[in-house]
Every structure is written in C-alpha cells, then in structure tokens.
C-alpha cells in the first residue's frame, strides 16, 4: 500500500455555522485554518503539524452569540473527515498513542480508531477556566471529532497549571496518536479485529 494517498473533502452548512474543509492524511504537516477563533486555530494548527496531515479548514461562525456552535460543529466536520479518509479501514494500525509534555503540563492520550465512539477526559482537579475559550469547550470539540470519527478517545492530563499549555500538550498528543492509529501496517490483513470488521 505504498504510495496510498487518503484524502477527504467535507462541507457543512447550517443555520449557525458554515464550513468547507479538506484532510490528507499523508501529508506534510500543512495547516490552512481559519475558524475565526485564533486559539483554536492555533491548537488545530498543532494537531495538524504535530500528526503530519494537511488540513485546510475555514469555518464561519454565529461567533457573536458564541464559540460553542463553531468548536463543537468543527469537531463533526473533523470527524467526518477522518471517517471518510479511512473508508473501510483496512490495514490500518487502529491504535494509536500521544504523551507530548508542555513546559508543566504532560498529557497522554490513547485513541481507537473502532467505530465505537466513546469520550474520556480527565483533567486535573486545579482547572476551572471561565475564559472565552477553555479547557471545557475543547470537550465539545473533542467529543463531536470522537463521534463522527468513530473513535474511542481517552485524554487524561496527568498534570498542569497554565491552561494554554494543558491544552497544547492535549493537541500535540491527539495528533500524534492519531497519526500511530491512521498508520497502514502491512502486516494486518483486512482489519486489525477478531470480528473481521470494525
């Protein structure tokens, strides 16, 4: 399967947010983000570098009642993206693996690319963010990506007291898990299941 190029192109447009992007997987590390949301933009950026995809994304957003409607339909698209990238998933190494320290902060995150999704999110007792963009509206994201990807997405944050930093390791992490999951072995015939399907 050398030389497989997965890409996926998705458009979502609703009454609250309008978006176009395009995912490779087998790219170089190349971000073209605009949500409208700086940080979020700067965290997709080090998702997408950290994970090798290339990811064009722009996202337009009813930002003036606030971000959850963008954070949480991004995270659909994102989803759907890595679905449909995969197609039937076979050959892929389905695990995938993070651990990225930030400055104080260390993160792991470990994700399963099953079709079952399921979100677990541990943060560290210490956080209670009120700003416009914190750790708690990253869950939405992450659990409307952990759906429509079909993935069992675990983050557990071992520990951290700036915020900005928790959630770059968590980034950084899920990018490189995800990364290890997406990864075609050529050892696993069909799908890495005792079912034979995922």
Not at 28 to 54: Q, S, W
Not at 113 to 120: E, G, M, Q, W
Not at 168 to 191: M, P, Y
């Amino acid at each position: 399967m050398s030389g497989l190029i997965r890409t996926a192109t998705v458009t979502r447009k609703t009454k609250e947010t309008e978006i176009d992007a395009t995912l490779t997987i087998e790219g170089k590390g190349t971000p073209e983000i605009n949500t409208g949301i700086a940080f979020f933009d700067h965290m997709l950026t080090l998702f997408t570098v950290h994970g090798f995809f290339d990811l064009h994304l722009v996202a337009k957003g009813d930002l003036d009642v606030d971000y959850h409607h963008t954070v949480e339909d991004v995270g659909l698209v994102m989803g759907q993206l890595f679905s449909k990238a995969l197609s039937d998933r076979k050959g892929i190494c389905r695990y995938g693996e993070g651990a990225v320290p930030m400055d104080e902060a260390f993160s792991r995150v470990n994700v399963d690319l099953s079709n079952r999704p399921f979100l677990v999110y541990h943060l560290p007792e210490n956080i209670r963010s009120s700003g416009t963009f914190d750790a708690w509206l990253a869950e939405e994201f992450f659990r409307a990506f952990s759906v429509q990807a079909g993935m069992n997405l675990h983050i557990n944050v071992a520990y951290g007291q700036n915020e900005h930093h928790i959630l770059e390791s968590v980034f950084k992490a899920l990018g490189r898990a995800l990364r290890e999951a997406c990864r075609i072995d050529s050892q696993i015939s069909g799908t890495l299941s005792s079912k034979g399907i995922l």
